[in-house]
């Protein structure tokens, strides 16, 4: 089949591309602009031309069997508008993964928080004990050389279930697709207000979702959300219905350890949130057939997913950890667990505004005491980012009112940021970057040289 991708370079939608052309399908694409990692890995697969990957409509030909249309592109893009006049079917992403696994058992992790590293956990449980399947996971894992894989010989495929729209022409959130026969449910905490206004909105995308779930199916959720409570207790369908909550564990020093029947498993992930999301892998975990013991010892050497309070850098009585932290409660989280991990180190945590939610004035106060636990605090953020979005950039008094924080230093250039970091490193020090963006390309080598 031939196969045509408009948006490549995305995340998920590049990593799509290079699995078909893995499968034999050809396979061509094009966006406005493609980031690294993304450019490097087309471009070694001969997927797009360098400087010729731009949006044309000269590219979109009757040979072309099927497109495979990414949220990033517009209603009017030149190639959609191409494609709809010579009748070429057009899919989204997330419903081209559905018709390539509806005779697959679905098991789809969904919720505001934890969706990666629960999906990371489940795929490296699986892959330790040699078990085959599909997956779709929104960031790199250890262990797994890219980031989907479908294939028509396996018979269960691991869903991140995004909540986002799936395209200019479907939308419909990502995760409505799925039909999962496995549903989880990490937790409901308003984000995407560009596409999700009002809270209840939001909150209607997780109610159709667990409604997708067949009677026969299981919802597997977080037992101490206020919001998933709510959810649940008006659920009217037939689903085995399967609450978790946080494991117990010991934290001795920098060792963690999970309690669980009167035994010690060490494992290599700390904080209350990873509890919760090893407890919601665990639950899927059972209902596929794993034991408990044949879990645990393959949980154990479990080193995360990238930018999941991942350890960038460790030397000279420094730890650099990097996050995806950007929803208020899950940026709460990660600095309330790093610092409790590391009691006595000074804790420099950074965030970044990047996503529409945080770049929205009305949704700032969200924030309020997200970064207290932090013994140097700063908000982060490009001038070129709202520009981007094409929102006026916040003043740095409207940013610590926000955040309820007074002492709160607030950057809008790299230089400065750098400088800031650099003043406040203290002999055992954490440095903590939290984003769903990239801090202006900032590089850690760029703390350290003069």
Not at 310 to 329: M, T, V
Request: some cysteine; hydrophobic content about 40%.
């Amino acid at each position: 089949m031939r196969i045509h991708f408009i948006a490549i370079g995305g995340a998920v939608m590049h990593q799509l591309a290079i699995n078909l052309h893995l499968n034999g399908h050809s396979v061509s694409g094009s966006d406005d602009e493609i980031f690294e990692p993304a450019l490097s890995n087309l471009l070694k697969y001969g997927l797009i031309q360098e400087n010729n990957f731009f949006w044309n409509e000269n590219k979109i030909t009757k040979s072309i069997d099927l497109v495979i249309l990414g949220m990033h592109a517009r209603i009017d893009n030149p190639e959609l508008l191409q494609a709809q006049k010579l009748g070429i079917k057009i899919v989204s992403f997330p419903e081209f993964v559905y018709l390539q696994s509806k005779n697959k058992k679905r098991i789809v992790i969904g919720g505001s928080h934890g969706k990666t590293t629960i999906t990371s956990m489940i795929m490296h449980v699986l892959k330790q004990l040699g078990k085959n399947f599909d997956y779709l996971v929104g960031s790199r894992v250890n262990g797994f050389d890219v980031m989907v894989s479908l294939s028509e010989k396996n018979d269960i495929i691991i869903i991140e279930g995004d909540e986002y729209l799936s395209s200019c022409l479907d939308r419909r959130p990502k995760f409505h697709h799925y039909m999962p026969d496995i549903a989880v449910l990490s937790g409901i905490e308003w984000d995407h207000i560009n596409v999700f206004p009002e809270f209840e909105q939001y909150v209607q995308a997780f109610e159709s979702y667990i409604n997708y779930v067949p009677n026969d199916g299981s919802i597997i959720y977080t037992a101490d959300d206020k919001n998933v409570e709510k959810l649940i207790a008006n659920y009217s369908g037939k689903a085995e219905l399967i609450p978790y909550k946080a494991l117990e564990y010991e934290a001795d020093g920098e060792d963690v350890n999970i309690c669980f029947n009167s035994k010690q498993v060490k494992v290599n992930v700390f904080g209350e949130h990873n509890m919760k999301n090893l407890s919601a892998a665990l639950e899927v975990c059972r209902k596929i057939g794993i034991s408990d013991k044949d879990f645990f010892q393959s949980i154990s050497n479990f080193h995360g997913a990238a930018k999941r309070l991942e350890l960038i850098y460790n030397k000279d009585g420094l730890k650099i950890f990097r996050d995806f932290a950007h929803a208020p409660s899950k940026l709460k989280a990660t600095v309330k667990a790093v610092k409790k991990q590391f009691e006595d180190s000074q804790l420099i945590a950074v965030f970044e505004l990047h996503t529409f939610s945080s770049m929205n004035l009305n949704f700032l106060p969200q924030y309020s005491s997200a970064l207290d636990e932090a013994d140097v605090a700063i908000v982060y953020f490009s001038n070129h980012a709202f520009e981007l979005k094409r929102i006026k950039p916040f003043t740095a008094e409207e940013i610590k009112n926000g955040f309820s924080k007074n002492n709160l230093m607030v950057i809008n250039d790299k230089e400065s940021l750098i400088s800031a970091v650099r003043d406040n490193f203290k002999g055992n020090s954490i440095l903590l970057l939290m984003s769903s963006g990239s801090f202006d390309n900032i590089k850690i080598e760029d703390f350290f040289s003069e």
